[in-house]
Nanobody, 123 residues
Framework: QVQLVESGGGLVQAGGSLRLSCAAS????????MGWFRQAPGKEREFVAV????????SYADSVKGRFTISRDNAKNTVYLQMNSLKPEDTAVYYC????????????????WGQGTQVTVSS
């Protein structure tokens, strides 16, 4: 069983930066692939980024590539999402998720989810 808690969201002006954190419980964190997803009002949940259990492989949605960076610190049971050059269209609730298999871009394939953290980017 894995519990996930996101933090670091907030209000930022366009062009600014935020770093989201996701803290996981348990000693099995290092064996899980971790993903970030987001959901804006009235829209479906969409893939943002994913990182393998080892941290050696990452993948990003085209909309955030070059601006966002996913990383993990297994010793701290934490995954991060560094968000730079933020745009108003990045406004959404951001969720982290864990999967006890290889990473995936599909949210239905993840086993555990955090409660989400709000990111609002003003223009």
């Amino acid at each position: 069983q894995v519990q996930l808690v996101e933090s670091g969201g907030g209000l930022v002006q366009a062009g600014g930066s935020l770093r989201l954190s996701c803290a996981a419980s348990g000693r099995t964190f290092s064996s899980y692939a971790m993903g970030w997803f987001r959901q804006a009002p009235g829209k479906e949940r969409e893939f943002v980024a994913v990182i393998s259990w080892s941290g050696g492989s990452t993948s990003y949605a085209d909309s955030v590539k070059g601006r966002f960076t996913i990383s993990r610190d297994n010793a701290k049971n934490t995954v991060y999402l560094q968000m730079n050059s933020l745009k108003p269209e990045d406004t959404a609730v951001y969720y982290c998720a864990a999967r006890s298999k290889a990473g995936s871009r599909y949210y239905r394939e993840y086993e555990y989810w955090g409660q989400g953290t709000q990111v609002t980017v003003s223009s």
